[in-house]
């Protein structure tokens, strides 16, 4: 019943690549096949790893309300999972799709069904593979209108555009990160950032494919803007054009106007623009913003074009170059955090005051000792070390025989523990000249067990470890308030008083300021297995991660459903 309820639904309103027919089609049987597709960019064929041979890939367009049914066909020779970034999914933690996390990996060969509702959230989200690094290439948009018969609460815009910035590799982006797992050493910085998968005219062999969106003078444009990159944030602008900011990661904010946008990866921005300028080309530009000092990065800038009909077309011989945006220095974190901390909820919120989890993790980077007996090529991160990460001194480790929400749900011992450390184990200066001791921290599969209901505050602090570095850090399955942010070591008896507890943003990933800290509440009202961690791939593999075990409440509502009968086993 649920099923044929949820198929109709999608019949009915979701649009995938913006075809309805092409999904109604595929919407019963194979909806997205993961395969490879030739893909060429910067000179170079590539066999990359696509849904349905699209790069980047379909478009989900649904209601707020819907629910979504989607058959992923693994036609690749990689295990893959598709998440849904930023989906609450309430008690459908095995439609979540991290890998060994809520499910086993769907191999080369293999299927599996998602179905979950969105429920509350309006604006935009996105998809991308959760295993591996294959989300380099397997990533697009998830746009949600408003609930049928209700309005956005701004005008409604002439067109909507979704924005994809992602990252790329003239190689293989699998063999990238599994060399560099294998040395120890940072794995190599991409070649080219693109938009809507095109890395646009300063790069070679690429202006032929320059995203062009086009604008009629005087309308309005909502542009979707999505950091679907790997490893960077990104600064994004528009030539003589501002942005207004009217919703991030699926929640609504209260307007306000800026000429340059900061998303982490795994973060969206809503912006309104509109035709003002005169009729023209104008580039649309993105470059890294870039926290960790003298990291190695990739330092291109990738363009698309704005492009109003109305714009005379020049004579035959004439090369008119559109105008292009000034974009911040990479290292500029004064415009990067005057950004993240301009986000008001676009309402006065419901923000717990009363705090029954009350958490403090550091997140940053560390560098492990040569195994002894390890042969030096495996050990070539700085010093003849190899590259860690962990939070509160514990780096990550994905289990690899079971789902830790399987384990969890069928009592399996021995997949994790549950003694994640609620403050760090050692209580030190994070942001200062920390003691070499302190760099090397320890790998566990732990997690930390929540009752259902329970209140939690969180801050996350930033350490200096190996470097300092501006972390998006996002929690699976739920969004959070960001009450504050700061720089240096979070003081809890002066830096309350910055909390803002009326309006604070509702996200899902929260840019933690480089050698600074941020401050979340949720509620724990949605019980699951929720990965939490810094959505710079490099960071995941390195181990900056941890989950959150949400116990099952005492209703039949308050817990997780029963898994799906094709989930896939390990
Ligand atoms: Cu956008 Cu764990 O992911």
Redesign the pocket.
Known sequence: METQRGEKEIEKRVKFAGKKEEFLRQGRSKLSTIQATPVKRLCNMHSTITVNGQFPGPTLEVNNGDTLVVKVVNRAQYNVTI?W?GVRQMRTAWADG?EFITQCPIRPGGSYTYRFTIQGQEGTLWW?A?SSWLRATVYGALVIHPKEGTAYPFPKPKRQTPILLGEWWDANPIDVIRQATRTGAAPNASDAYTINGQPGDLYKCSNQDTTIVHVDSGETNLLRVINSGLNQQLFFSVANHKFTVVGADASYVKPFTTSVLMLGP?QTTDVLITANQPPARYYMAARAYSSAQGAPFDNTTTTAILEYKAAPCPAKGVKINPAFPSLPAFNDTATATAFTSSFRSASKVQVPTEIDEDLFFTVGLGLNNCPAGASSSSCQGPNGTRFTASMNNVSFVLPSNFSLLQAHHQGIPGVFSTDFPSSPPVKFDYTGNVSRSLWQPISATKVYKLSYGARVQLVLQGTSIVTAENHPI?L?GYDFYILAEGFGNFNPQTDTSKFNLVDPPLRNTASVPVNGWSVIRFVADNPGIW?M?C?LDVHITWGLAMAFLVENGVTELEAVEEPPVDLPVC
């Open positions: 998440h970034h991290p991308h959760h795994g996002h699976h990965l961690h959505h």
